[in-house]
């Protein structure tokens, strides 16, 4: 790209286009300006070169029309201008002098309209010589302070070319129709911003309307006529055959040949190679895909290769809800998606080219690789590169959706299968995509980069070494999504978000259906349904029984969310808020669905949509369940999912009201879940001694049954929360894991108990460990002394439960104030401490974290678990087999 040239002396003067509602987006033209509109065809450029022109005349400006389309005269209403008509037919190098020639005869301040430069390679066979044309005029007009005009017809030249275009000029301008309606989309404004100027924006009488909310942005730059990647049929090896044999064929000749034989094999073949080659997923996707609908995909694919389990989960997902019948209508449930893929090849390339490859393949066959290691490692990925025709197609992507926020979510091959959902394993990283191209390019860029680093970081690692996966191909595609969600104030974020589950496992009354599911919602982002964050604590709704809730009544303030998850456009950044603030003004949009108030000793729900004081309200979404479909249409999509997979199924979502009470879904994520032995009924063995009892659970979610525990880690929750120091509750989760990796620990079975939530980002909370950090235990118990009929948060819904649900960890709250619990406080507290054994320079944590070599402090017995998921409840005692 050539340099600019610095800031001349009239270069912020502002100039009219003609249109006063684009002058105010783009806060004026500049002398030197050079704009190029990327239009659908002659009639869009005519609509905005026609009013530039007649603004120019008006002003007193020379006003010269370029003409090398031959009987074109677009300017033809207008008198006062000057043509001049240069022949293209010679070649590049004779029309290129003509019309510098033409730039040297009207001098400095000069207006030009030119033809559409997609003419030109009519003649001239090549984008290539259409971009040296532009590159070599364009910094010339700019040098005289002119202003000038030029168009490209959308979708028909090379990536390299319209980059060269783009790099050169100062202001580019996406323009096109959706039905009957036109749209303008500033993609490059040299030296200019606002919060608005790279939206999409509907032109109607003169009057440009961004489009905020994510779903009507959805809708508009998905149904653009181009694809926004601007790839040609030739231009994704080795897919070449396949896309021509395919491509020779328009939507309405594949969809009557799609039978064929011929077109049948294209079509597995083109599945094969964008989603992958597993029997379960190609039979469903075989079933539920077109042609048409693959080519969609392929078309929005950046680089080659696959697109990864959890993009081709959410896509097969929304095809399942829209083909298969039933109640509802999900093409208006359904808010509309545009997602992009970054190919599974571009991984690999990416790893290759900045020799990180051989680093990979180490580190993936190692025992264990440190965090210290892995931060390191990170480094190197940051600092990597992609080739130049990515860059573009990044580029591309990121001029599409302009400043809406972004997130850049991994993809893995892995991700998301048949038993294998690598749930929290691989990074997400939103872009809240503010600034200018260049700074939302680099943000862009970085979040890629630390997805594909976290391929290799150590849950992912321990997750496959765990699961027999640890030699499997992991190949890491991205999905990138728009951020469902509205704007407010300056944050962004949608109104609701959350998982939901077809099946229920956490059965808090009897009178629950399992075979109904459940959600974990929150209000904003869905960090905090997926999380274990902070003191909040989202709403658990079975949808068999949706307004009975685990807690009691008094209680319901008390554990309830009191934060929300938002991005900050003023910030450029990921933030959390507290939730009273953000409602205090009560003009957020249906507010009253969300919000109930504690007045003496009830929790009583808003009867009207006025709210006398929103500060002082609880996020229960009572009125949501009670007064919208919102739980019907949860209930029917998660049926209709777990019909179609076979299995029961984990899905992520947005949501959002709108103002005539509708109710509209934003499916971003699908997987299969599968549940080995957690729904198993286990019979309790009764006559027990009660000296044998360690202790009895209540409210068990997970089954099964668990012998020859040898070792318990055991941290007293108490030391915990009254002598721990921040620093040392910090480093506990070090220490936990340095056990659970260790040798002679990997080779019995081994039970942890310890204070509330482990896994948790905050150690005050719990234990804070990852998923490397547990993964060799049997039975996880999170200990919680709490006055009866009182229960705190389950991790049930997040990432850290499935991950013990996967790994067959039998998982057990425990409330040893609860005198039917059977807590034997005695042996826990008693018990020799086998901790500086096994570690030997764990001195400091000797009176928190005690590891109980249960033979040798009973005599040889050992420690037995049996949890019944059908009663909820389980015991641990100790046993002589």
Request: hydrophobic share 40%; with cysteine.
């Amino acid at each position: 790209m050539p340099a600019l040239p610095p800031c001349l002396t009239l270069e912020n003067q502002m100039i009219s286009s003609g249109i006063p509602a684009l002058d105010e987006v783009l806060e004026g033209l500049r002398l030197g300006d050079n704009v190029v509109w990327q239009v659908d065809g002659p009639d869009n450029y005519l609509a905005v070169a026609l009013p530039f022109a007649r603004q120019a005349l008006s002003d007193g400006r020379t006003l010269i029309y370029v003409r090398f389309i031959p009987q074109a005269n677009i300017l033809a209403p207008l008198t006062g201008y000057t043509v001049t008509d240069v022949d293209p037919r010679p070649g590049f190098d004779l029309f290129s002098a003509q019309v510098n020639k033409i730039i040297d005869e009207y001098g400095k301040g000069a207006f030009y309209v030119f033809d559409n430069l997609s003419a030109l390679v009519e003649e001239w066979a090549t984008d290539e010589l259409l971009a040296n044309f532009f590159q070599l005029t364009c910094p010339y007009l700019r040098q005289l302070d002119t202003v000038a005009y030029f168009a490209l017809t959308r979708g028909q030249h090379s990536h390299s070319a319209v980059a060269r275009i783009r790099d050169t000029t100062q202001v580019l301008i996406d323009f096109y129709h959706v039905a009957d309606r036109l749209y303008i989309h500033p993609l490059k404004v040299w030296d200019r911003y606002s919060s608005q100027m790279f939206l999409p924006h509907l032109f109607a009488n003169g009057i440009l309307t961004p489009l905020f909310r994510s779903g009507d942005a959805s809708a508009i730059s998905g149904s653009a006529s181009k694809s926004p990647l601007k790839v040609k049929a030739d231009s994704i090896a080795p897919w070449d055959s396949v896309y021509r044999k395919l491509a020779q064929f328009d939507e309405e000749e594949l969809s009557f040949l799609e039978g064929a034989t011929e077109i049948q094999a294209l079509k597995q073949e083109l599945a094969q190679m964008i989603i992958g080659s597993h029997p379960e997923f190609m039979r469903l996707a075989d079933y539920y895909f077109s042609i048409q609908e693959l080519l969609h995909i392929r078309n929005r694919l950046i680089g080659s290769g696959r697109i990864g389990g959890k993009a081709a989960g959410m896509l097969l997902a929304r095809n399942i809800l829209l083909h298969e019948p039933g109640d509802l209508d999900f093409s208006r449930v359904l808010e509309e998606h545009d997602s992009f893929y970054i190919g599974s090849d571009v991984f690999f390339t990416f790893l290759v080219n900045n020799d990180l490859f051989r680093l990979r393949l180490r580190l993936t066959r190692s025992s264990q690789i440190s965090q210290t290691e892995f931060e390191k490692v990170e480094q190197r990925f940051l600092a990597g590169s992609f080739p130049p025709e990515i860059m573009e197609q990044f580029r591309d992507l990121l001029d599409y959706f302009g400043q809406a926020p972004i997130i850049v979510r991994s993809s893995s091959l892995l991700e998301d299968g048949f038993g294998n959902s690598f749930a929290g394993k691989y990074r997400s990283e939103f872009c809240v995509n503010q600034g200018g191209p260049e700074e939302r390019l680099a943000a862009f860029l970085r979040a890629v980069k630390l997805v594909y680093a976290s391929a290799i970081n150590p849950d992912a690692l321990s997750y496959r070494r765990q699961r027999g996966l640890g030699e499997s191909d992991e190949q890491m595609a991205i999905l990138v999504q728009r951020v469902s969600g509205m704007r407010y104030q300056h944050y962004f974020f949608p109104p609701l978000a959350g998982v939901a589950f077809s099946h229920n496992l956490y059965r808090w009354s009897d009178r629950l259906d399992p075979q109904q599911g459940i959600i974990r919602l929150v209000f904003g982002l869905g960090t905090r349904a997926v999380n274990r964050v902070g003191t909040d604590y989202p709403r658990l709704i079975a949808l068999s029984h949706p307004r009975l809730r685990p807690e009691l009544d008094s209680k319901v303030a008390a554990y309830s969310q009191r934060k929300l998850d938002v991005l900050d456009l003023q910030e450029n950044e990921f933030a959390s808020l507290p939730v009273p603030g953000m409602i205090a003004a009560g003009d957020y949009p249906n507010v009253y669905l969300f919000l109930s108030f504690f007045e003496e000793g009830y929790v009583k729900d808003p009867l009207g949509k006025r709210l006398p004081s929103p500060r002082d309200g609880i996020l229960t979404f009572n009125n949501l369940i009670a007064r919208t479909d919102f739980v019907k249409i949860l209930r029917e999509l998660l049926a209709k999912l777990e019909k179609a997979y076979g299995y029961p199924i984990d899905t992520e979502f947005t949501a959002f009201v709108d103002l005539e009470g509708k109710v509209k879904i934003n499916l971003v994520q699908c997987r299969p879940m599968r549940l080995p032995g957690a729904t198993e009924a286990a019979q309790l063995p009764e006559q027990i001694p009660p000296e044998d009892i360690l202790f009895k659970a209540f409210r068990t979610i997970s089954g099964g049954s668990v012998p020859d525990i040898r070792y318990i880690l055991y941290i007293d929750p108490e030391a915990y929360g009254r002598q721990a120091s921040p620093a040392v509750q910090r480093e506990m989760g070090r220490v936990v894991g340095e056990i659970n990796r260790h040798p002679e620990i990997i080779r019995h079975r081994l039970m942890m108990m310890g204070p509330g939530r482990w896994g948790s980002s905050n150690p005050s909370l719990g234990v804070n460990t990852s998923y490397a950090d547990i993964n060799h235990t049997s039975v996880l118990v999170e200990i919680a002394r709490e006055e009866a009929g009182h229960l705190p948060d389950v991790s049930y819904g997040t990432h850290f439960f499935l991950d013990l649900v996967e790994a067959q960890i039998i998982y057990l709250p425990l409330y040893p104030d609860d005198p039917a619990a059977d807590f034997n406080q005695a042996f826990f507290q008693e018990s020799a401490n086998s901790l500086s054994l096994l570690l030997p320079e764990s001195g400091k944590f000797q009176e928190f974290i005690k590891v109980i070599d249960v033979p040798a402090v009973t005599g040889g017995r050992r420690a037995q678990v049996v949890a019944d998921p059908q009663s909820r409840k389980a015991l641990c005692f100790l046993n002589d087999d």
